[in-house]
C-alpha cells in the first residue's frame, strides 16, 4: 500500500483522516496561496488544494497526496483567514444574521504516476444573529485568526451558527465523505478497518 501524506498541517483536518481509520503521515507543503485569482469559488478552491498536494508530491517517488483549502464565499467576496483581530470583528459582523457558503477544495495526487482529482465541497452556514459584544469576547479568544472566515465549528464558532446545510466535516477541513470516494479510486486499502 502507498504511503498517504496529507500537505497541510491542520490539526482538524488531521482529526478528521484519523477518525476516519486512515493511517497517514503529515507534511507541510510551503505552497504560496493566491486568494486573489480571478476564478470562481469553486475553482479556486480546487486550484489551491492542487497546488498544496502537487508540491509536496514531488517531493516522494511513491506516495497519495491529499491537499485541501477551506474558504468563505459570501456577497462576491472570498474570506480566508483573517490576519488580525480587527479583520476577524468585520468578518464577523458581516455574516451576523446572514448565511454563506463554506467551501472546501480538496485534491488527491499520486506522486508515481501524476493522476490526480480535485473537487470542491459547499456547505451553507447560518449564523443567528450576533452582537457585538459577543464578537470581542470570541476575537479575544485568538480562535478566529486560526480558521477561516474566523471561526471554527469544532470550537468556539459553533455557537455562532443558527444551521448547517451539508457537511459538518466540510466546514471543519475536509469533506470526508467524498474525499474517501476518490481515494478509493487510487487505492483500495486506504481505509484501515480492524479484524
Same mark, same amino acid.
Given at each position: 500500500?502507498?504511503?498517504?501524506?496529507?500537505?497541510?498541517?491542520?490539526?482538524?483536518?488531521?482529526?478528521?483522516? &484519523?477518525?476516519?481509520?486512515?493511517?497517514?503521515?503529515?507534511?507541510?507543503?510551503?505552497?504560496?496561496?493566491?486568494?486573489?485569482?480571478?476564478?470562481?469559488?469553486?475553482?479556486?478552491?480546487?486550484?489551491?488544494?492542487?497546488?498544496?498536494?502537487?508540491?509536496?508530491?514531488?517531493?516522494?517517488?511513491?506516495?497519495?497526496?491529499?491537499?485541501?483549502?477551506?474558504?468563505?464565499?459570501?456577497?462576491?467576496?472570498?474570506?480566508?483567514?483573517?490576519? &488580525?483581530?480587527?479583520?476577524?470583528?468585520?468578518?464577523?459582523?458581516?455574516?451576523?444574521?446572514?448565511?454563506?457558503?463554506?467551501? &472546501?477544495?480538496?485534491?488527491?495526487?499520486?506522486?508515481?504516476?501524476?493522476?490526480?482529482?480535485?473537487?470542491?465541497?459547499?456547505?451553507?452556514?447560518?449564523?443567528?444573529?450576533? &452582537?457585538?459584544?459577543?464578537?470581542?469576547?470570541?476575537?479575544?479568544?485568538?480562535?478566529?485568526?486560526?480558521?477561516?472566515?474566523?471561526?471554527?465549528?469544532?470550537?468556539?464558532?459553533?455557537?455562532?451558527?443558527?444551521?448547517?446545510?451539508?457537511?459538518?466535516?466540510?466546514?471543519?477541513?475536509?469533506?470526508?465523505?467524498?474525499?474517501?470516494?476518490?481515494?478509493?479510486?487510487?487505492?483500495?486499502?486506504?481505509?484501515?478497518?480492524?479484524?
Amino acid at each position: 500500500m502507498k504511503k498517504i501524506i496529507l500537505a497541510s498541517e491542520s490539526p482538524w483536518r488531521r482529526k478528521i483522516l &484519523t477518525d476516519a481509520g486512515i493511517s497517514f503521515l503529515v507534511e507541510k507543503s510551503g505552497y504560496k496561496e493566491n486568494m486573489r485569482l480571478k476564478l470562481p469559488p469553486f475553482e479556486l478552491a480546487k486550484k489551491l488544494a492542487l497546488g498544496k498536494a502537487m508540491v509536496v508530491a514531488r517531493r516522494h517517488k511513491n506516495a497519495i497526496v491529499i491537499g485541501a483549502d477551506t474558504f468563505v464565499a459570501f456577497k462576491g467576496n472570498i474570506f480566508g483567514k483573517p490576519r &488580525t483581530r480587527a479583520q476577524a470583528r468585520v468578518m464577523l459582523k458581516s455574516f451576523s444574521g446572514t448565511t454563506h457558503s463554506l467551501i &472546501t477544495g480538496f485534491a488527491i495526487v499520486d506522486s508515481k504516476t501524476n493522476e490526480y482529482v480535485a473537487k470542491a465541497v459547499e456547505t451553507r452556514v447560518t449564523f443567528r444573529e450576533i &452582537t457585538p459584544r459577543e464578537i470581542d469576547e470570541f476575537v479575544k479568544t485568538g480562535e478566529p485568526l486560526r480558521a477561516a472566515g474566523g471561526y471554527a465549528i469544532q470550537g468556539g464558532g459553533s455557537k455562532l451558527i443558527k444551521h448547517i446545510e451539508g457537511d459538518h466535516n466540510n466546514v471543519a477541513g475536509l469533506p470526508i465523505k467524498e474525499l474517501i470516494v476518490e481515494l478509493k479510486k487510487f487505492d483500495k486499502k486506504v481505509i484501515h478497518t480492524p479484524e
